[in-house]
């Protein structure tokens, strides 16, 4: 009879355990306890990378193209986050996140703000009227306009809205 996996692991957390309390039990306080909670900890780490490796391994590097291929790749990258430019894994961490950023731009792009809702949108934020904006836009009226969509923000508003506001200056020329 074959042990899974799981089963595997868990004598061995439990063997660990058995270890740090043994030890903890027979030493005075010179950092017995940090020592077992060290261990514990480890155990820990190699029992989520064993049961993420488990889930993990069908992965093929491929295109991804369902929403369980995306949480696949995303928890088959959870495993490579940690590795070094010079470690084996590097090349597969990095074509993974290529394809990762690749589903995400197609299924959950973000599109740029639009203007006028961005000003809004800081105008709330900083407790302003739309009578505060009259030394952005000029009168009364032309904010109106502007907030309105009746009139077009000018290249000098655009400059002033970035400035004061730290609006992104991509947001207002969209």
Known sequence: MQA??????????????????????????NGCLSDLLEHIRNTTRLTQRAFSYERTKKMKLKLIKTEE????????????????????????????MFLIRNYEDQ?????????????????????????????????????????NRQRALSLAMIKKLHKEFGIPAESLLA
């Not at 899974?4 to 306080?29: C, D, M, P, Q």
């Not at 949480?71 to 074509?95: K, R």
């Not at 703000?113 to 739309?130: L, S, Y």
């Open 69 to 96: 291929e995306y949480a696949l790749a995303l928890d088959q990258m959870e495993q490579l986050f940690d590795v070094t430019p010079d470690s084996d894994q590097f090349d597969e961490a990095e074509l993974l």
């Open 107 to 147: 299924h959950y792009a973000i599109d740029t703000p639009d203007p006028i809702e961005a000003i809004k949108f800081r105008m709330e934020q900083m407790g302003m009227k739309r009578t505060d904006m009259t030394k952005y836009f000029g009168t009364r009226g032309r904010v109106t306009e502007i907030l």
């Open 4 to 29: 899974s996996l799981a089963t595997i692991v868990w004598y061995s957390i439990f063997a660990e355990i058995n270890k740090g309390w043994w030890y903890a039990s027979t030493t005075r306080h």
